[in-house]
């Protein structure tokens, strides 16, 4: 459905459209238009400068353009005189190889001409903490077990309810807010979709989410791991290929009501896991989360290996229910738009290899993993993922080899910044060496 952004503007009265993109670092960039420009932006886009932003470009550059998608258009339900619109880069005439919603979409038409359509749901979970980021926001949050807390979660109500309440206004079908494993952590959850309305929709929901807590005096952070000794924000994905009205990983005679097709799918996802957890867990910080020590609530609850297994948390894969699996890698961080575009590269790959993903484990991971010699380790760090990914020339030549490039460019450089510095903790272990 495409909406005429002009006309909307007259009958929604919207005053300002902000043209949002999502950079490769998973930061999304704005530009404020009256309704009056937006007609033009919608032919010629806005510009940017993109060297200014996290994509690989340089100053002298030629200006990139946002070409704003009209059928994303939100009203944004703190502020309706604005409406939010997903943007497509463009720089000479051309698609910017490089832009992440780029990235998603030329997978996803190439799974169209294959037939198939992927589904997914995120599970995005945040904490409220201070303004200052220091601490959690609730100082009486401080059960040891404080997963689906009642009493914390109701002190959270007037956050929480503003969230799920735009969301039902939105059409998004929310369906549960809890709150999670770590002190101050909130889970929503709302209805899966085509993978690309789900990507613009986990773009928007963490700009909501941040700004709504704004207004109540409070912060939303998605860092992976924003506390030691607490469960960090993992985003885990729930998938399926369609076709039409037809789910194609659904199948009642297959292993735990998955087709064979879903299970080639799911070979590929863990066949090339090592290469994608880059995107999937971009950060420095990405790897304090999925390599932790048990939390204080007794686990981690993200994995450390590349396993899948039935009904049972413990695993990188879960098979849940029939006709579809959740892989629970990525974590707060994750580029909306490259955790689905992940997922889909290997799990095309995996189809068009006819892989095998072995049997499943039917173990806990966290208690008796170690009792396996061959299960593969996820990276320690982010250097280490990036050497992975710079390797998996099949992935990079599905998300696009200049993509790849100028990922693992721009990550190397956030590392090495992150190597250079020098750490309280170096400093208390080192100087007296
Ligand atoms: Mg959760």
């Not at 990139?64 to 258009?73: G, H, I, K």
């Not at 998603?104 to 992927?118: F, S």
């Not at 899966?192 to 990507?199: F, G, K, N, P, Q």
């Not at 607490?230 to 290929?241: E, K, M, R």
Request: hydrophobic share 40%.
């Amino acid at each position: 459905m495409t909406t005429d952004l002009e006309l909307a503007a007259q009958e929604r009265g919207i005053k300002y459209f902000l043209v949002s993109f999502t950079d490769l670092f998973g930061a999304q960039r704005a530009k404020l238009v009256p309704a009056a420009a937006i007609g033009e932006m919608v032919r010629a886009g806005a510009g940017f400068a993109g060297f200014a932003t996290w994509l690989d470009m340089t100053p002298a550059d030629s200006d990139m353009f946002a070409r704003p998608d009209p059928a994303t258009l939100i009203q944004l339900p703190w502020k309706p005189e604005v409406g939010w619109v997903a943007a497509d880069l463009w720089m000479d005439g051309k698609p910017v190889e490089q832009g992440p919603r780029n990235v998603l979409k030329r997978l996803i038409a190439t799974a169209a001409a294959q037939g198939y359509e992927m589904k997914s749901g995120v599970e995005c979970e945040y904490f409220l903490i201070t303004p200052d980021g220091t601490a959690i926001s609730d100082a009486a949050d401080h059960q040891a077990k404080p997963c689906y807390d009642q009493q914390a979660l109701m002190r959270r109500y007037d956050v929480i309810a503003e969230i799920c309440d735009a969301m039902l206004a939105l059409g998004w079908k929310p369906y549960q807010n809890d709150h999670e494993d770590a002190n101050g952590q909130f889970e929503m959850n709302w209805e899966y979709d085509s993978a690309l309305i789900t990507a613009d929709r986990h773009a928007f929901f963490k700009f909501m989410a941040k700004s709504i807590a704004e207004k109540h005096g409070l912060r939303a952070t998605f860092m992976p791991k924003p506390f030691a000794h607490l469960t960090g924000n993992g985003c885990h994905a729930h998938v399926s290929l369609w076709r039409g009205e037809k789910n194609l990983f659904h199948d009642e005679a297959g292993e735990l009501g998955l087709s064979a097709l879903a299970y080639n799918f799911l070979g590929g996802i863990l066949n090339h896991a090592e290469g994608f957890v880059a995107l999937t867990n971009p950060t420095v910080n990405s790897y304090k989360r999925i390599n932790a020590p048990a939390t204080r609530s007794g686990a981690t609850w993200s994995p450390n290996t590349i396993s899948y297994t039935g009904n049972n948390r413990t695993h990188m894969v879960r098979i849940p229910d029939a006709g579809r699996f959740e892989i629970r890698l990525a974590d707060g961080a994750v580029n909306p738009y490259l955790l689905q575009a992940a997922y889909l590269a290997a799990g095309l790959d995996g189809i068009a290899s006819s892989t095998d993903p072995g049997k499943r484990l039917d173990i806990n991971m966290y208690e008796d993993g170690h009792t396996l010699k061959d299960v593969r380790k996820l990276p320690l760090n982010l250097l280490d993922a990036l050497r992975a990914f710079d390797k998996a020339d099949a992935l990079k030549a599905a998300l696009g080899t200049g993509f790849a490039a100028s990922y693992v460019k721009l990550k190397t450089a956030e590392w090495n910044a992150y190597s250079g510095a020098i750490s309280d903790w170096e400093r208390a272990a080192t100087l007296d060496c």
